[in-house]
Structure formats: C-alpha cells, structure tokens
C-alpha cells in the first residue's frame, strides 16, 4: 500500500524475472506514466488508484509492455487526461488478465489499445470522467 505521487512515472517495474505485488496504492504522475510495467515474470496490481491528470502530457495512465511476462490487474480505477492516447496501453506477447477495473478518460480519448487475445478482459467498465 501507499501514495506514489511524481512529476513522472510513480511506478515504474522496468525488467527482470521479480515477482511485484502492487495492493492498495494511489499511484500519480503528471508528465509520465503513471504505472509502468515493462518487466517482471509476476506482476500484480490490484485495489488500486493510477491517475494521469496534467495537461500538456499525452501519456498513458497504465502501460504493460513487452517484457513482462504476466500481468493481473484487478479491482482498480485507471485514468488518464488525454488527447489522442490511450489510457491503458497494452505492448506484450504476455498473458494479462484484466478484470473488475473502472478506466476512463478525461476529455475524450480511446481507453485501451494493443489488446490481442492473450489479453482476457472481463467486468471492466470504460468511459469519460465526470469531474
């Protein structure tokens, strides 16, 4: 648990074979991503907050990229002010399971992107912030 508050990427798991269980966080950031995972062969993000609320930064709230092995995100509110970027972006060959999340946007924008079928999506609501 915790608050991660930046100016960047608050949470950023960048490689390797961990094992990162993320419970009960509030992750912010500004000009960054906000939780970035491009590593890691178990990574777990549940009942958690990661919100990327500056102008003037089109980047991604969540990104799970290509080195990391297997990813569970559940439970948790994910948003994103954006202009033409995803709030969830998704950059792997690895099975992610996506479940029981809130994702929106604040003032429009895609929520998800890169979603293939290794990918299992399930009771996850999108849409449009509402301040």
Same mark, same amino acid.
């Given at each position: 648990?915790?608050?991660?508050? %930046? ?55 969540? #990104? ?34 996506? #479940?029981?999340?809130?994702? *929106?946007?604040? *003032? ?15 009771? %996850?609501? %999108? ?5």
């Amino acid at each position: 648990g915790g608050t991660y508050w %930046t100016h960047f990427n608050s949470i950023d798991i960048k490689k390797g074979n961990s094992t990162v269980t993320l419970d009960s966080i509030e992750a912010r950031s500004n000009g960054g991503i906000t939780v970035r995972i491009n590593g890691g062969k178990n990574v777990i993000l549940k009942n958690s907050i990661a919100k990327r609320i500056a102008d003037g930064h089109n980047k991604p709230a969540l #990104s799970i990229g290509s080195d990391c092995a297997g990813a569970a995100i559940e439970g948790c509110i994910i948003y994103s002010k954006n202009n033409g970027i995803e709030t969830v972006t998704f950059n792997n060959k690895s099975n992610i399971t996506f #479940s029981n999340n809130i994702v *929106n946007t604040i *003032n429009s924008g895609e929520c998800f992107s890169g979603i293939t079928s290794n990918i299992k999506m399930s009771n %996850t609501i %999108t849409g449009d912030y509402v301040n």
